[in-house]
């Protein structure tokens, strides 16, 4: 990550996955996803139209798994990473993630991987925080929170 001046940047996730998702709900309702030419040719991509271009997209997802690309037969679009992850919740296409955000959708079920191949991210997930300011108590609760989570007790 580039140093901001003024700003700290904590990692939250190291060694990410991008891995494609959808519900359940999608698969029930459209034919399997038999690989990555048949999710452009038959299925609906869930695709962040972002104008920074920072953002892993689907076409670089593609190639950097050795897969050609072409413009996908149905998209939905949107500026909004949220507004698409409800709308692949909601089974209305696929989606790219990373696999330690949405662990706990993954693993209760809400998500499945789409297709096996993952793709290591290039970038990392960081906590910005400036420098020149005192943390508020809550804030620093939440950084702690945030960069150090509660472990689950051993059974």
Same mark, same amino acid.
């Given at each position: 990550? =580039? *140093?901001?001046?003024?700003?700290?940047?904590?990692? /939250?996730? +190291?060694?990410?996955?991008? /891995?494609?998702? #959808?519900?359940?709900? $999608?698969?029930? #309702?459209?034919?399997? /996803?038999?690989?990555?030419?048949?999710?452009?040719? =038959? +299925?609906? %991509?869930?695709?962040?139209?972002? @104008?920074?271009?920072?953002?892993?997209?689907?076409? @670089?997802?593609?190639?950097?798994?050795?897969?050609?690309?072409?413009?996908?037969? @149905?998209?939905?679009?949107?500026?909004? $990473?949220?507004?698409?992850? +409800?709308?692949?919740?909601?089974?209305?296409?696929?989606? %790219?993630?990373? *696999?330690?955000? %949405?662990?706990?959708?993954?693993? &209760?079920?809400?998500?499945?991987?789409?297709?096996? &191949?993952?793709?290591? *991210? /290039?970038?990392?997930?960081?906590?910005?925080?400036?420098? +020149? =300011?005192?943390?508020?108590?809550?804030? &620093? =609760?939440?950084?702690?929170?945030?960069? @150090?989570?509660? &472990?689950?007790?051993?059974?």
């Amino acid at each position: 990550m =580039r *140093s901001t001046p003024g700003l700290s940047a904590d990692p /939250i996730f +190291h060694d990410e996955e991008v /891995i494609a998702v #959808c519900s359940p709900t $999608y698969l029930e #309702c459209h034919d399997a /996803i038999g690989g990555p030419h048949d999710l452009l040719t =038959r +299925h609906t %991509l869930l695709i962040v139209e972002d @104008h920074f271009r920072d953002w892993l997209t689907w076409q @670089h997802w593609f190639e950097s798994l050795g897969f050609d690309w072409q413009e996908p037969a @149905h998209s939905l679009r949107a500026n909004s $990473y949220q507004l698409l992850l +409800h709308s692949a919740l909601a089974g209305q296409g696929v989606i %790219l993630c990373w *696999s330690k955000l %949405l662990k706990d959708d993954i693993t &209760q079920g809400r998500l499945v991987k789409a297709l096996p &191949q993952t793709l290591p *991210s /290039i970038g990392t997930l960081s906590l910005l925080t400036p420098q +020149h =300011r005192h943390m508020s108590q809550p804030a &620093q =609760r939440f950084t702690q929170w945030l960069l @150090h989570p509660p &472990q689950p007790a051993a059974p």
